[in-house]
């Protein structure tokens, strides 16, 4: 009785807080999360440290909150965009340490291969976005959600907004399972909506030099050349197109997953006029004017949209926890549907039996130059799309534990 009394003191010490009955019910006293993101790559502006920033002030939030008395702990390691070394490592923290939760993980292939893995170890994972197949084919909706975005609902609010009967479309793809998907919801959607696809161009991921793909892609007289990739490679596939002269030509040039870091990385006067679909944006109103505001203090720039949504998702996962008074996947991820989804990052919230967390939407156009105000104010909104009309509906569903 002694020893449990001094393990249970051991815990609200580190934890810097008062006891709660929970902490007896969570596997090793701790619960346990390992981020592994893109510290160098092509994602790092957008998630790398950011995110691991992110999860800490989830983290201390919640235990200034529900979380009191718990032991958390945060692991983080770069997965370099290669899934075999992020595989491992996951695979070394769960055996090894004891992680209970993988965060992040803003690459396709990784996500893909972490999915079964948290299913065979009944544990879970916890991704702002990417493939939409973590919600359809491959999906584990006992072990996966997934937060802030996918390629579907990036792909849906800019395909649905400019496609009419007959519009062509030519799409320049990077070459892997993130860019594959892309390509197969965009041309879904514009086949949906009328429009046609009359050819894709797959580059290497990543690429410095998009010329050839571009050329071949303005040489298409397709009317809208999307670019069906992310971070640096888009930055220099919008720099190509510029030169080419083809954002001031008949063609239009736009991007399925362009944010206010990539907008930074070229200017306003490159990026002006773009249409974009985020999940947020800083500037959206005063509550994530005030997050937006704290994470800056910490990191020095404002959020992408992947490091608020990991914030707002570790956030919901830990009242989870506190709230199950465990940490077992099945019963936290229950739990993550019952409780409300309430913080300063997203809005009208809930996760859905696929495992997709379904949210207000929005879509925003690039400001000119005479129009922003200041550092980081580069979007005026256009719309906000209802999470059930912006998301994949789970009519559509190829989830096999939906279908079933």
Request: charged share 20%; proline share 3%.
């Amino acid at each position: 009785m002694m020893k449990a009394r001094q393990l249970a003191a051991c815990a609200a010490i580190s934890a810097g807080i008062g006891i709660t009955p929970s902490v007896a019910e969570i596997s090793d006293g701790t619960v346990k999360l390992g981020v592994l993101t893109d510290m160098a790559g092509v994602y790092a502006d957008i998630s790398g440290k950011g995110t691991i920033v992110a999860t800490q002030m989830a983290v201390d939030d919640c235990l200034k909150a529900e979380c009191a008395g718990m032991k958390i702990e945060v692991l983080s390691a770069d997965h370099q965009n290669k899934p075999d070394i992020g595989v491992n490592k996951a695979r070394e923290w769960i055996d090894t340490a004891g992680v209970d939760v993988l965060v992040d993980m803003s690459n396709a292939a990784l996500q893909l291969a972490i999915a079964p893995l948290v299913k065979e170890k009944n544990r879970m994972a916890l991704f702002a976005g990417g493939t939409a197949r973590l919600t359809g084919d491959a999906c584990q909706p006992d072990h996966v959600v997934q937060w802030m975005w996918d390629t579907y609902v990036q792909v849906a609010g800019v395909a649905n907004g400019l496609t009419e009967p007959g519009t062509t479309w030519h799409l320049v793809t990077a070459d892997y399972a993130f860019g594959h998907q892309f390509e197969a919801d965009a041309k879904s959607i514009v086949t949906a909506k009328g429009g046609k696809v009359l050819g894709s161009t797959r580059h290497p991921f990543p690429s410095n030099d998009l010329s050839s793909f571009l050329l071949t892609a303005q040489s298409s007289g397709a009317d809208i050349v999307a670019l069906a990739n992310a971070g640096a490679d888009t930055i220099n596939a919008v720099k190509t197109a510029q030169d080419f002269g083809m954002t001031s030509g008949n063609q239009k040039l736009v991007a399925f997953f362009f944010t206010v870091m990539d907008v930074k990385g070229l200017g306003l006067e490159t990026a002006q006029g773009t249409t974009v679909t985020e999940g947020f944006y800083w500037d959206l109103d005063d509550r994530t004017r005030a997050f937006s505001e704290r994470f800056k203090k910490e990191h020095g720039t404002v959020p992408s949209a992947i490091q608020a949504g990991i914030y707002s998702g570790v956030r919901h996962y830990l009242k989870a926890v506190a709230a199950a008074k465990s940490d077992d996947a099945k019963t936290v991820i229950q739990k993550m549907r019952e409780v409300p989804i309430e913080d300063d990052v997203v809005r009208n919230a809930r996760v859905r039996e696929d495992g997709r967390m379904v949210h207000d939407f929005y879509i925003f156009q690039v400001k000119k130059p005479s129009e922003s105000k200041g550092e980081w104010d580069y979007y005026k909104l256009v719309s906000t799309v209802p999470g059930d009309e912006a998301f994949r509906p789970l009519s559509q569903s190829t989830c096999p534990a939906i279908k079933k």
